[in-house]
């Protein structure tokens, strides 16, 4: 008995560090395309987490590579697909949010540099969230 009450509580405490350590917003499947020849655009898709209890909005994204990132959105209207710019991507507690093709995604606008690895910095306001880094063309 006082062998499964010990691995009772040796489980309890994995896991309330494993939630304690986990982080509150998670980027991953980072992909960040090669600006297109002429138009110094590039786009960028991922995926983000919000692991906190308290619904996210990312109101900006920033990356020291472009001149301007813009979060877009791809619609249809009558017929004919367009972009348009979101005022902030919002993401309940627990929820992950995908910016893919055809959809939710990163405009990436005038490059500073030519660069291989691209920085994005996500702000809910004036706060920086949470900061990653990935190859340009490829996953990160």
Known sequence: MRTAWV???AVACLTACEQTTKAPVVVADIEITPPRPGSGMSAGY????NNSKEPLAIT????????MVELHESIVEDGIARMRPLASLDIAPGQAT???R???HLMLMAPVAD???VTLN???GDLLIVSVEA???TGG
């Open 7 to 9: 691995i009772a509580i």
């Open 46 to 49: 991922l995926e983000i987490r």
């Open 60 to 67: 900006r994204v920033e990356s020291p590579q472009f001149g």
């Open 98 to 100: 995908r910016l893919e």
């Open 102 to 104: 055809g959809g939710k």
């Open 115 to 117: 660069a291989g690895q």
């Open 122 to 124: 996500f702000y809910a």
């Open 135 to 137: 190859r340009m063309g």
